[in-house]
């Protein structure tokens, strides 16, 4: 391929894991399982908390919304990679390629920014419980969810605005599965100085004050906790907030993973994997730990499979 550079770049190419049809067969049918399995997992947390008037608190009105975003997390990247495998072409078109960094950021923000609401609502809970309802009234919650889903359109839009100022060489291929913003970068051929000032400017800022603020809660909290005498009431304490303490574990330690296996090494192979934690993984798991964590979750949801199985087998009834 001649060198070189354009304007703008029509397409790039995801190569993805491996060229092997029969590899390709394989990853073709664990990343859909784990995508169907992550959809279904997240949409059912989400119809059980709507469903049951006892879920209508500020805990799960915030993981209704983390469900969300984990359904629009995964779908940003997983369903185009199925394509790809299936029709055996890994192209991805400019515009494509900037929408899927766009999304990408807004929804990994979002769940940032979720957590870091869930680990305030968890602190309210245990350090100041008799106003816990008044402090966590609707209004209050409505404004946290719909300032995080703001925040995180803001901090994409001002990661991949200066994307479009970019010219890329002739070698438009990426070694990923999708379109990852340090990937385009370094394909290049245009000076991406201020690209990389905003996007430590936008990590420092989407990042780590939330990650902070997840740390300072988690500090109150423990603080709270061990002030209380009784074994029996720590332990009750303390069962609150570990399956979001287990979810936010997970989320930084991949994403952690993510980065380090980049600065670490050169292997695309690595970062690959680390990837694959990050944005697939991680998602899959969430209704797993909520769920299998927390009682009136694994209540709510075992009464709404009860209702689904009898209206299914009320309509087949109808129907016979």
Partial sequence: ??????????????????????????????????????????????????????????????????SLADICFTTTTIPKMLVNIQTQNKVITYAGCLSQIFFFIVFGCLDNL????MAYDRYVAICHPLHYMV??????????????????????????????????????????????????????????????????????????????????????????????????????AFSTCGSHLLVVSLFYGTGLGVYLSSAATSSSRTSLVASVMYTVVTPMLNPFIYSLRNRDMKESLQGLLVRVGTLGGGAVTGLS
């Fill in 135 to 236: 402090i966590m009234n609707p209004r209050l919650c409505g404004l946290l969810a719909l300032g995080s889903w703001c925040i995180s359109v803001m901090g994409s839009l001002l990661e991949t605005l200066p994307v479009l100022r970019l010219s890329f060489c002739t070698n438009l291929e990426i070694p990923h599965f999708f379109c990852d913003l340090p990937e385009i970068l370094k394909l290049a051929c245009s000076d991406i100085l201020i690209n990389n000032i905003v996007v430590y400017f936008a990590t420092g800022l989407l990042a780590l004050i939330p990650f902070k603020g997840i740390l300072l809660s988690y500090y109150q909290i423990v603080s709270s906790i061990l002030r209380i005498s009784s074994a029996g009431g720590k332990y009750k």
């Fill in 1 to 66: 391929m001649e060198s070189g550079n354009q304007t703008c770049a029509p397409e790039f190419l995801l190569l993805g894991f491996s060229a092997k049809s029969e590899i390709q067969f394989l990853l073709f049918g664990l990343f859909l399982s784990m995508y169907l399995v992550t959809f279904t997992g997240n949409l059912l947390i989400i119809l059980a908390i709507i469903s049951d008037p006892h879920l209508h608190t500020p805990m799960y009105f915030f993981l209704s919304n983390l």
């Fill in 114 to 117: 979720l957590l870091t609401v």
